[in-house]
Nanobody, 125 residues
Framework: QVQLVESGGGLLQAGGSLSLSCAAS????????VAWFRQAPGKEREFVAG???????AESVKGRFTISRDNAKNKVTVYLRMNNLKPEDTAVYYC???????????????????WGQGTQVTVSS
């Protein structure tokens, strides 16, 4: 059974930094893409950053966010370091896994099969 557990969300002021973690277990993730998405109230879920053997970022977070991953047998931990946070970064952040998506590294939520429960990030101005 695949499980994804996010942690690290919180409330902070604009300009601050925060790190999110996603602990995934229950399958071999060596050929999978792992990504962070976010969803603000009243908005669609959007891609933030993804990682396979390469990384991909949304334009809105390039230069401010960094994604990384630590692989282990039957589990992977993916981190999202967020710097210079802005009020528009406020959202629930979700970790997701695209099985076999290592080469594609999709930015579409429809391609991701496994999802965490989400963690709230709130940035005040």
């Amino acid at each position: 059974q695949v499980q994804l557990v996010e942690s690290g969300g919180g409330l902070l002021q604009a300009g601050g930094s925060l790190s999110l973690s996603c602990a995934a277990s229950g399958r071999t993730f060596s050929t999978d893409a792992v990504a962070w998405f976010r969803q603000a109230p009243g908005k669609e879920r959007e891609f933030v950053a993804g990682i396979s053997f390469r990384t991909k970022y949304a334009e809105s977070v390039k230069g401010r966010f960094t994604i990384s991953r630590d692989n282990a047998k039957n589990k992977v931990t993916v981190y999202l370091r967020m710097n210079n946070l802005k009020p528009e970064d406020t959202a629930v952040y979700y970790c997701a896994v695209d099985p076999g998506g290592m080469l594609t590294l999709s930015a579409s939520p429809d391609d991701y099969e496994y999802w965490g429960q989400g963690t709230q990030v709130t940035v005040s101005s």
